[in-house]
């Protein structure tokens, strides 16, 4: 059994930031990959950013520049910092974990980021 859970969102004004944070638990050994993803209301979810467990990190043109996806050393909790956020980051951030020797893919609950004047 694996557990992800995911905070750190918020409502913020234009040009602000937040740091999300994933963390994972359970049986888990080892994490292949960790991603975080986002959906606004009324459209399809997309990723946002991942990061491997050889640490190759990657993002969403739409984020390049502004989040940063990041590891505690455990490799257990992931984190998103999120600069000069914007109207259009409004979403639901989720997290989804790949543990190492499986093919499944679980998922937190999400957490609301709203970027509001």
């Known amino acids: 059994q694996v557990q992800v859970v995911e905070s750190g969102g918020g409502r913020v004004q234009p040009g602000g930031f937040l740091r999300l944070s994933c963390v994972a638990s359970g049986s888990i050994s080892s994490i292949n990959a960790m991603n975080w993803y986002r959906q606004a209301p009324e459209k399809e979810r997309e990723w946002v950013a991942g990061?491997?467990?050889?640490?190759?990190?990657n993002y969403a043109d739409s984020v390049k520049g502004r989040f940063t996806i990041s590891r505690d050393n455990a490799e257990t909790t992931v984190y998103l910092q999120m600069n000069n956020l914007e109207p259009e980051d409004t979403a639901v951030y989720s997290c989804?974990?790949?543990?190492?020797?499986?093919?499944?893919?679980?998922w937190g609950q999400g957490t609301q980021v709203t970027v509001s004047s």
């Open positions: 989804n974990v790949l543990p190492g020797g499986s093919r499944q893919f679980y």
């Open positions: 990061i491997s467990s050889r640490g190759a990190i």
